[in-house]
């Protein structure tokens, strides 16, 4: 399969394989920094919304909410979900919007999916210019020093008579900038069973490469990654979400 074809071909899968996620724990907690560092407004862009599970809860929140994927079999199922929503056909590396955000967004480590350290740069500047001033830009990101390539997490669903295990995991080579996110689909119905396997490329970024590219345009503050509570980031942890206030 290539690159995108898990998401693409298998979109209708993509909530069950993200059925574990807690979608409304983590809006709630972006809901809660902007309030504490952003500028009190209520527009919202997701970027590589998916479905759009975080777009509805942001709606639900009183957010004039608007989403951007690569993937438009997603985005359908986004606009089913989310019909008073905006969603567009869109690269975030390289994205444009009618009108600034006060927040914009970007969850389950999908800022991985800039092609590359330039293109991640080419991100960042884009978010910067489609924010309001005072608006923040919050993402979940983890520092390629700290990925243990035999780790992995695993769940079960069942959906139409069929159990399904997703596994994913990260890999990283040592060096350089590109890690891939490694994923498998094990389908059983009766006395059969399916499997996919899929392996998407992604950049590679330390926390202080990061916090270099994002300091021209934003003031940055890092937390641990727990969407329960707002904690500082304790400079050990590999996984951090970052709140950036637009300068």
């Known amino acids: 399969m290539s690159a995108n074809a898990l998401y693409t071909d298998l979109s209708d899968y993509y909530d069950l394989m993200c059925a574990d996620i807690d979608y409304q724990a983590q809006s709630y907690f972006i809901h809660r920094l902007q309030q504490i560092f952003g500028n009190s407004g209520n527009t919202h862009l997701d970027l590589a919304c998916g479905t759009g599970p975080h777009v509805r809860h942001f709606i639900d929140y009183g957010y004039q909410s608007s989403g951007l994927d690569i993937n438009?079999?997603?985005?359908?199922?986004?606009?089913?979900?989310?019909?008073?929503?905006?969603?567009?056909?869109?690269?975030?590396?390289?994205?444009?919007?009618?009108?600034?955000?006060?927040?914009?967004?970007?969850?389950?480590?999908?800022?991985?999916?800039?092609d590359g350290i330039n293109k991640l740069a080419d991100c960042i500047k884009s978010v910067h210019h489609a924010l309001k001033a005072g608006g923040i830009f919050c993402f979940n990101?983890?520092?390629?020093?700290?990925?243990?390539?035999?780790?992995?997490?695993?769940?079960?669903?069942?959906?139409?008579?069929?159990?399904?295990?997703?596994?994913?995991?990260?890999?990283?080579?040592?060096?350089?900038?590109?890690?891939?996110?490694?994923?498998?689909?094990?389908?059983?119905?009766?006395?059969?069973?399916?499997?996919?396997?899929?392996?998407?490329?992604?950049?590679?970024?330390?926390?202080?490469?990061?916090?270099?590219?994002?300091?021209?345009?934003?003031?940055?503050?890092?937390?641990?990654?727990?969407?329960?509570?707002?904690t500082p980031w304790g400079e050990s942890s590999g996984n951090a979400v970052f709140v950036c206030v637009k300068i």
């Open 72 to 114: 438009q079999p997603m985005l359908d199922r986004a606009t089913t979900r989310c019909p008073e929503a905006q969603f567009s056909l869109q690269n975030m590396s390289e994205f444009v919007i009618p009108e600034q955000v006060d927040v914009i967004t970007c969850f389950l480590y999908s800022i991985h999916y800039c």
């Open 141 to 230: 990101v983890v520092d390629k020093n700290h990925i243990d390539n035999d780790s992995f997490v695993e769940h079960s669903a069942e959906n139409a008579g069929s159990l399904f295990t997703f596994r994913s995991g990260w890999n990283y080579s040592g060096s350089g900038e590109k890690q891939s996110l490694k994923l498998s689909i094990n389908k059983a119905i009766a006395d059969e069973t399916f499997i996919w396997h899929d392996e998407h490329p992604m950049v590679a970024v330390s926390f202080a490469q990061l916090k270099e590219a994002l300091k021209p345009y934003f003031e940055i503050h890092v937390f641990e990654h727990d969407y329960e509570k707002i």
